[in-house]
């Protein structure tokens, strides 16, 4: 039972992974959002590089966690508007282990390449070579506890027309922490300190995030079914 | 043990007559300690050696915040009794909570704004205290807007219940992320509250004024969710008998 699960869980993955290669469209979105906003500080405030430097951290982080929000949106939609989540629910697996997939899926197809790409906005701000390992790493491990938070907030906003502003809502308060000591890690090296405390309790953040997301998650997209 | 009490509760019945029955049980009390309190608090209390009368402000203040948390949890939980059990009563429970937990945390935020205004000189201070309540709002915020949002009264109960229970997981979560963030950034703020040596002229109040807020709160919420089982239960036989008889 527990393998078929974990099998059920893989094929569900990586058909999530090949549907949204095929939709390249959407995948390329939270990034240019990502872009956008972080481009739009510079111009709001001062384009000294001194000045940007300093709130490189926030900046990056901010436009992150709302680039990772915008993308929830699409988490479960399209699958419960075609019937497939119902499906899910139906198929005698672990619903749990179902949603767990598609949130992974969710991660790898936006949180990673925001993760890849903050570095580079992140130079764009002034902020030195030697800490863009310090913005990639808990901006990868951040957006995976954003996108276990988010998924709780997707699933019970599924049946609700224009839920967009109302999952931000349920979720930014949830995702404070994270947000916290994401800037905080990141700003910790972009000043060129250790980062080492924050990245430790973001990566605690992400286990008990993997641990009770999900089964919040499936119980939300029950919910929303019935 | 037996457990027909509890089933009893649940019927909506039986727990709109507890309820009219136990409304006045708590708002008496509470309209008494809170008068109470007020006047030793106001009046019979010494001004603070430090902040002079300014202080006094503690007596709304401190009862508003720990109300708004202790609301918090009763929704919580009660929702969670709604899930589990699958309790309308505990669902209208927890509904009635939102309003009143979010209007003690609007009066905690203003009265430690108003607060902050004399002790930092400026309304609004990133203080972990303030910034944690500010959160909590969100929080009854997200609760409200997602029951709103929802028609059907039953997945409205629901979706909402498993939101304010992923709510109270992450509320020590957030406290404490807000307190270290706070410590790492800036100074500690000159407020302390919970000095261990405050007189008892003042704490005397204090405490009748938490106790007479805890009252109040059952009283509202009584009345609440009264009104929330009339409003679920309208087309129940029941409530034309309850009403008119």
Same mark, same amino acid.
Do not use: C, D, F, K
């Given at each position: 039972m527990k393998s078929s699960a974990l099998s059920a869980a893989r094929l569900v993955l990586v058909r999530d992974l090949k549907l949204a290669f095929r939709k390249r469209g959407q995948l390329v979105q939270p990034l240019a959002f990502f872009a956008i906003v972080t481009t739009l500080f510079p111009l709001a405030i001062s384009p000294e590089l001194a000045r940007?430097?300093? @709130?490189a951290a926030g900046v990056l982080w901010v436009a992150a966690l709302l680039a990772s929000l915008l993308a929830l949106e699409f988490l479960f939609r399209d699958d419960a508007h075609d019937g497939t989540l119902e499906?899910? =629910?139906? !198929? +005698?697996? !672990?619903?749990?282990?179902?949603v767990f997939a598609k949130t992974a899926a969710h991660w790898l197809l936006t949180g990673v390449p925001l993760a890849v790409m $903050? %570095?580079? =906005?992140? /130079?764009?701000? +002034?902020? %030195?070579? &030697? $800490? *863009?390992?310090?913005?990639?790493? %808990? @901006?990868? /491990? +951040?957006? /995976? &506890? *954003? !996108?276990?938070?988010g998924a709780i907030g997707a699933a019970l906003t599924l049946g609700i027309r224009r839920s967009g502003v109302l999952l931000t809502l349920l979720t930014l308060p949830l995702a404070m922490p994270v947000l916290i000591f994401g800037a905080q890690a990141t700003d910790l090296?972009?000043? +060129? =300190?250790?980062? =080492?405390a924050p990245l430790y309790l973001l990566a605690a953040m992400v286990v008990l995030g993997v641990t009770l997301a999900p089964l919040a998650t499936a119980a939300a997209v029950r919910i929303s079914l019935e | 043990m037996s457990w027909t009490w509890f089933h009893r509760l649940a019927s909506p019945p039986c727990a709109y007559a507890l309820a009219s029955r136990l409304t006045p049980w708590f708002a008496w009390p509470a309209g008494v300690l809170i008068a109470g309190g007020l006047y030793g608090g106001l009046v019979l209390a010494p001004p603070d050696y430090q902040q002079g009368d300014d202080f006094r402000i503690i007596y709304v203040h401190a009862p508003s915040a720990w109300m708004s948390l202790m609301v918090y949890t009763t929704m919580a939980v009660s929702a969670a009794v709604g899930l589990i059990w699958r309790m309308k009563v505990a669902h209208a429970v927890a509904a009635s909570c939102a309003a009143i937990g979010a209007s003690f945390t609007v009066a905690a935020l203003v009265t430690g704004s108003l607060w902050g205004r004399k002790m930092w000189g400026t309304y609004w201070e990133w203080d972990p205290r303030l910034t944690s309540e500010l959160i909590l709002l969100f929080l009854y915020l997200g609760y409200m807007g997602l029951r709103a949002a929802i028609d059907e009264v039953q997945r409205a109960d629901r979706a909402s219940a498993l939101l304010a229970v992923v709510g109270i997981v992450n509320v020590p979560i957030i406290h404490y992320s807000v307190t270290?963030?706070?410590?790492?950034?800036?100074?500690?703020s000159v407020m302390k509250l919970g000095r261990p040596e405050i007189p008892a002229a003042m704490l005397v109040p204090l405490l009748m004024m938490l106790a007479g807020f805890t009252l109040l709160f059952a009283a509202l919420l009584l009345v609440r969710m009264r009104a929330e089982i009339l409003n679920r239960e309208r087309t129940a036989n029941w409530i034309r008998e309850a009403l008119i008889g």
């Open positions: 940007l430097r300093e @709130i499906q899910y =629910a139906l !198929s +005698g697996q !672990s619903l749990t282990w179902l $903050a %570095p580079l =906005a992140g /130079l764009a701000l +002034g902020v %030195p070579y &030697a $800490a *863009l390992t310090g913005i990639m790493a %808990p @901006i990868a /491990l +951040g957006t /995976l &506890a *954003l !996108s276990l938070i090296a972009v000043r +060129g =300190a250790s980062y =080492a | 270290w963030w706070n410590s790492l950034h800036q100074a500690p």
